[in-house]
């Protein structure tokens, strides 16, 4: 071990940092020691991770300061400079991974990222996955990985590129205690191939905090202390180091606490549960095979297992949420038909993670509860109060759930799942995440239903110390039950002392494999090259290259992408139509002379027009306007032909069906027209002048081949500027952001790989529907083509540029989706010249239709659709494009943090 | 029982929607401003059109055309040379010029007839038909008045007495505030369903329920009744204050039978919003999922333009969407004071189509739920 002579790695004074309210780390003031194995100790939500993140750089820097290896971490220059030499691994399992992503595509992307090149991320690929024993496993999507082997290719991830600071957050927290003890000796070797490496973890098992050389211990925000395991231990006369820590607390938070008493559990009862043979499959993917156990009536069942190892799905079964492939269930010697709701009367089940309404109050779920359970509506009432007072709860009846601390919304949990009193209790990893004291008292109560109330108890953890205090418990992996019986037997059985050796022991021989061989020393550490460029095209391909593998298999996304705008196209070209045609029209002819039949023939003969039965009556008349069947009625008079042929005036009534006005407008014209039509053939007065219309462009006015022209601009900004809002926020969401704040990526470099893949998606929209123009609605191209593309190419540019501003300042991904419809939509549609002309536009809204891309484009492509014109005469359109590419790419890379806020 | 639990669901449906405010503002706001602003802001067809006038003439006649043309319908004119009209016409900037030739008072006076030239941008479909047709008009006019001075001309034999039905000034925006109405009914119904499912799933809570004697027939009713009340209230609302009230469109059918026309399309559209959901995995997803479903619906349903002018087979195609029939039936109503023995074909293809769909969202659904596990 080092001894901590050297200058620490890190070092922080007064450094405070707060969520919106919630002060996550209060004055911390600390000297990290560097070449060692430091361990970050306290239960969750303590700022544990706060810390890490600042130190890692991920986090901006709010108050005090921080030298990480030997330099201001308030610094962009310093960051830039050494965020090559640190590696972070967030909490969660994998949660800065691509699940899409299989194993060897995520750690090339990490190695791509710090300058690598081909040959030489071969090589690291082959190393780290041998040296894990994730070799077999090169192509398997890391979200299709066991929760052991996510972590181990996170760690692979982070080793890389060889860093002298490995910041690894709650490495181990939900994997089965062999993948936990291989992930240990891995970084043990790791360490001895790399003996200058100082690493830091965070924790919150006391067990394996033990073997680390420093430890803080951490609690509301604050270091409570410092030192070595035997320093603290001796410090608190404590004999273990959960017992040090809980002594080192502060007065009234340790009061709280009493050790958990088991009390010894009188005979053997019935069997409440008993599993026999049964065996979930999804797909080709086993996840429960062939788990047989039983429970007894009134004891505690432990079922212990890494993630992801078919707990939950075994639990699952036994409350009848999902059937069984095969094998059956029995309760309390009946066997469980997942159809029958009569059984789950007799069971309660609290889910994994907090599952109630948090839009309800306490009250209002235990009620709701109560009542899906049908419990008798006069006895509601005093059974919630009961519950609430056994779960002490009868103080926060009224307050919202998301308002409580951790250790109080898990027994209002338990208080939900206890409300119908069920005789059997299934509860999935009750306890994660829930500080020592409060899981103490968790388990309390829980010893308390089963001794005093005879509930029988079904619990799954991942927690070897609560596995201890079961009365029997089942040791699961990888889908199958590998023993069951009480803690002692299990260890007995294999001739150890704890159930954690004993698990460890079966695991080892489940695998049928031994510790993987040791890592080749890496000799060749390779010289780190000048990371600290401002824009690397390469770091920029591989963020392209990952966002086109992460779309491509994303189907909703994919299927948007490639087939949205051309559904669209279609969709608009027939439903946006100006083209007013085949209007129907009924006529009540009281005439019926030749004179009223070349009336209206020269009406049915036009192509607006199409006869529809003619009308008997006034009140068909009415009635048949009133169903929309008619667009126009006429009625000619009776003597119309005799009137004429006198030259007496005469009046032809016509009714429009108004409910459409823009309709009616048209059939209004039409039918003047066709009136005066009418007049001039049987010589009426002519017109002292001669308008002559030339419709230009579109000689034939048809909407086809105005609406294509300028519904193209449309599709291309509204579905890749959607694709690019959810570009970036996606990640924010996901949590694979982090890799962009502490790798060495650029802004510029970020956001264009990630815009890459969009734009080129989006020209091959544009091919596909300037295909579908010409060929199938046949709008004749007749201007520049190249004018056309180099215009859309800047256009589709910009547009996705627009969407990744929305991206790279939005926190959540719907906020994203609704913020981009706003400054899209209405912008295109309204001010950019698709209605009116942006000419006759006035004050705002033409200031924004002036700026606005797709006005100039919108131009080109009138332009060059139908007004056969080319570069030289678009030349103001292209200008303000090429303008707008740079203005929004430079507004994204400023709104972009390079860390988190 | 059962119906306990579709209820008591419904009532925790509706709980959630009260503490959810971005949900109540996206209500609020789809179901005033948006009809209102939507209802005041429909662009008239013509609408400040910009025109440019060749005036090769410069008689008193071509100064009178030329000073007949004015806002709100056309741009106050542009006079221009021959060579800017072409490239006004163009860029765009110019939808409509009017060439007047030499001598064209003269002519006229001498009863030439003289031609008159008016060039249109015809990529401007919308306006170029009306707007040529009015400027056609405008002309003629024009040139009447100023000749009447000079003698009298015979009054047409034959008249043609056009009269409007229903809307008897084409006010648009009684036309506009309904046909969106009707849209924010079909986006929200299945927006909130939808999203009700979602956040479920998202918080882990559907888990809860399915273990709890309740079945998923149960859950998707009480997520279905609960939606559907919200979207009917608020467009009951709307229709009543906003559309009527504040924009001032007259309602001639019965409220209550349009309402019961709602209920039945909302039986079609929350069975939709619920399959959407099963399909999408987030929020995001199921977001661009609604995009593209709910464009063609409320496009092509006849709402925006008139079924008769599509082909053939997308009118077809059509008539399995429950939005062609609601607009159908809505239009009728309350523009044309249709009863029900008008409206029934509607109703019963809505009830047969509104079947179909929340039978295939349960099939969905059921499997959605056991995929879940």
Not at chain 1, 238 to 254: G, N, S, V
Not at chain 1, 442 to 456: A, E, H, M, P
Not at chain 1, 578 to 603: C, G, K, P, W
Not at chain 1, 859 to 872: E, M, V, Y
């Amino acid at each position: 071990m080092n001894e901590q002579t050297a200058a620490p790695v890190a070092s922080l004074r007064d450094v405070g940092l707060r969520h919106r309210k919630v002060r996550a780390l209060d004055a911390v003031t600390l000297d990290i020691p560097a070449g060692c194995m430091v361990g970050l100790i306290g239960p969750d939500g303590v700022g544990k991770s706060s810390l890490l993140s600042l130190i890692a750089g991920a986090h901006a820097l709010q108050t005090g300061r921080i030298d990480v290896l030997g330099g201001d971490m308030a610094s962009a220059r310093h960051r830039r400079h050494v965020c090559p030499r640190i590696a972070y691994m967030p909490q969660g399992l994998g949660r800065n991974l691509y699940p899409t992503l299989s194993v060897a595509e995520n750690i090339d992307f990490f190695a791509s990222l710090f300058g690598q090149r081909q040959a030489e991320r071969r090589r690291r690929i082959e190393e780290l996955t041998r040296a894990t024993g994730l070799a077999p496993f090169l192509a398997r999507p890391a979200g299709k990985l066991s929760g052991g082997m996510r972590q181990k290719l996170g760690l692979c991830c982070a080793l890389v590129h060889d860093p002298d600071l490995l910041i690894l957050d709650e490495p181990t927290t939900g994997i089965d205690p062999l993948s936990r003890r291989q992930f240990w000796e891995l970084i043990a070797r790791i360490r001895a191939s790399r003996p200058g490496m100082s690493v830091v973890v965070a924790t919150a098992t006391m067990e394996e905090a033990a073997r680390f050389d420093w430890l803080v211990a951490m609690d509301a925000g604050r270091v409570v202390a410092t030192g070595t395991v035997p320093d603290l231990l001796a410090r608190t006369g404590a004999a273990t180091l959960e017992a040090a820590f809980i002594a080192l607390l502060p007065q009234e938070r340790r009061r709280q606490h009493r050790p958990v008493v088991i009390a010894p559990r009188d005979g053997e009862g019935v069997d409440a549960i008993e599993a026999q043979h049964l065996t979930m499959r999804f797909g080709d993917f086993v996840a429960v095979d062939d788990a047989s156990f039983h429970i007894h009536q009134g004891e505690i069942f432990g079922f212990v297992g890494s993630n992801g190892c078919g707990k939950t799905t075994t639990m699952k079964m036994i409350t009848g949420l999902l059937p069984a492939t095969a094998g059956e269930a029995r309760l309390f010697g009946q066997k469980l038909d997942p159809q029958d709701l009569a059984t789950r009367r007799r069971v309660g089940y609290m889910s994994q993670g907090f599952s109630l309404y948090s839009e309800l109050t306490v009250r209002q779920n235990l009620e709701l509860h109560a009542r899906l359970f049908g419990l008798p509506a006069e006895s509601i009432a005093a059974r919630v109060a009961a519950v609430a007072q056994r779960f002490e709860l009868t103080s926060i009846m009224d307050v919202l759930p998301r308002a409580l601390p951790l250790g109080q919304r898990q027994r209002l949990s338990l208080a939900v799942a206890m409300v119908h009193a069920p005789a059997v209790l299934i509860l999935d990893e009750p306890t994660s995440g829930v500080d020592p004291i409060a899981r103490d008292a968790f388990w309390r109560t829980l010893i308390d239903l089963s001794r005093k109330d005879g509930v029988t108890i079904f619990i799954s953890t991942h927690f070897m110390n609560e596995a201890e205090r079961c009365d029997r418990v089942a040791l699961m992996h990888a889908g199958k039950v590998l023993a069951s019986d009480t803690p002692a037997a299990l260890a007995a059985r294999r001739g150890v002392r704890t159930v954690e050796e004993a698990f460890i022991a079966w695991l080892e021989e489940a695998d049928g494999s031994a510790n993987p061989p040791p890592p080749p020393p890496p000799e060749q550490a390779a010289a780190r090259r000048a990371m600290a460029r401002l824009f690397e095209p390469r770091r920029m391909a591989s963020q392209a290259r990952r966002e086109t593998l992460e779309l491509l298999r994303d189907p909703i996304r994919a299927l948007a992408a490639v087939l949205g705008s051309v559904m669209l196209m279609v969709i608009f070209a027939y439903g946006i139509t100006m083209d007013v045609e085949h209007l129907t029209f009924a006529v009540l002819d009281r005439d019926q002379t030749t004179a009223s039949q070349s009336y209206i023939l020269n009406i049915e003969g036009s192509r607006y027009f199409t006869e529809r039965a003619p009308i008997r009556d006034y009140a068909q008349l009415d009635r048949r306007m009133q169903a929309g069947g008619l667009a126009l009625a006429l009625e000619i008079p009776p003597g119309f032909g005799r009137d004429i042929a006198r030259g007496r005036p005469v009046q032809i009534g016509a009714w429009v069906d108004g409910s459409m006005p823009a309709r009616a407008d048209m059939v209004a014209g039409y039918v003047e027209a066709l009136h005066a039509q009418w007049l001039g053939i049987v010589g009426g007065p002519a017109s002292p002048v001669n308008v002559a219309i030339r419709f230009r462009y579109n000689p034939n006015v048809l909407s086809v081949v105005a609406m294509v022209p300028a519904i193209l601009p449309l599709l291309l900004l509204l579905i890749p500027s959607m694709l690019t809002a959810l570009s970036v926020v996606r990640e924010k969401e996901l949590g694979s952001i982090v890799n962009f704040y502490v790798t060495p990526t650029t802004r510029l470099e970020f956001l264009l790989g990630k815009q890459i893949p969009y734009v080129v998606l989006a020209m091959l929209n544009f091919t596909v529907l300037t295909l579908l123009a010409v060929a199938w609605f046949g709008v004749p191209l007749k201007g520049s083509v190249a004018a056309l593309f180099a215009g859309a190419l800047l256009y589709v540019v910009a547009a996705t540029a627009m969407g990744q501003l929305m991206s790279s300042f939005m926190k959540s991904q719907v906020a994203a989706i609704f913020g981009t419809a706003i400054v899209t939509l209405i912008p295109a549609i309204e001010f950019s010249g698709f209605i009116d002309p942006v000419s006759s536009l006035r004050g705002f809204e033409a200031f924004i239709g002036r700026i606005y891309p797709t006005t100039h484009f919108l131009t080109i492509s009138r332009g060059t659709f139908a007004k056969a014109l080319g570069f030289p005469d678009l030349s103001s359109a292209f200008l303000a494009l090429a303008l707008a590419v740079p203005v929004l790419i430079g507004l994204c890379a400023i709104l972009l943090r390079k860390q988190e806020a | 029982m059962r119906l306990a639990n579709i209820l008591n669901l419904g009532v925790k449906e509706l709980r959630s929607l009260l503490r959810d405010p971005i949900m109540l503002v996206l209500i609020a706001y789809t179901f005033t401003v948006a009809i209102y602003s939507a209802a005041s802001a429909l662009p008239e067809t013509l609408n400040n059109a910009a025109i440019g006038i060749v005036d090769e003439d410069r008689s008193a006649l071509s100064q009178r055309i030329v000073a007949a043309f004015y806002p709100p319908y056309f741009s106050t004119p542009r006079l221009i040379t021959p060579a800017q009209m072409d490239t006004g016409l163009d860029e765009g900037s110019l939808t409509f010029a009017l060439d007047i030739p030499p001598d064209f008072q003269s002519d006229v006076l001498a009863g030439h007839k003289p031609d008159i030239q008016l060039n249109v941008d015809a990529t401007r479909v919308s306006q170029a038909f009306t707007g040529a047709g009015y400027i056609q008009t405008i002309i003629d006019t024009e040139v009447t008045a100023f000749l009447r001075r000079y003698r009298a001309l015979a009054a047409p034999p034959v008249d043609l007495a056009l009269r409007m039905r229903f809307n008897p000034n084409l006010n648009k925006s009684w036309f506009g505030s309904v046909i969106e109405l009707i849209n924010q009914v079909t986006l929200l119904s299945m927006i909130l369903t939808g999203a009700a499912l979602i956040r479920e799933r998202e918080h882990g809570t559907i888990e809860h329920l399915l273990v709890m004697p309740v079945t998923p027939f149960e859950i998707m009713a009480s997520k279905i009744w609960s939606m559907a009340l919200v979207v009917l209230a608020a467009t009951a609302f709307s229709l009543l204050v906003v559309v009527h009230g504040l924009i001032g469109a007259p309602i001639r059918g019965s409220v209550a039978l349009f309402l019961a026309g709602a209920l039945v399309n909302l039986f079609s559209t929350t069975a939709l919003g619920i399959m959407l959901a099963t399909l999408a995995r987030s929020m995001p997803q199921f977001a661009l999922l609604t995009i593209l479903v709910i464009m063609p619906l409320e496009i092509l349903s006849g709402g925006s333009t008139p079924r008769e002018s599509m082909p053939q087979l997308v009118q077809a195609v059509m008539l399995l969407a429950p939005t062609t029939h609601f607009v159908a039936l809505a239009q009728a109503i309350l523009f044309r004071g249709a009863g029900f023995s008008v409206v029934w074909p509607h109703f019963a293809a809505l009830i047969g189509i509104g079947t179909v769909l929340s039978g295939l969202a349960m099939a969905r659904f059921r499997k959605a739920i056991a995929e879940m596990g």
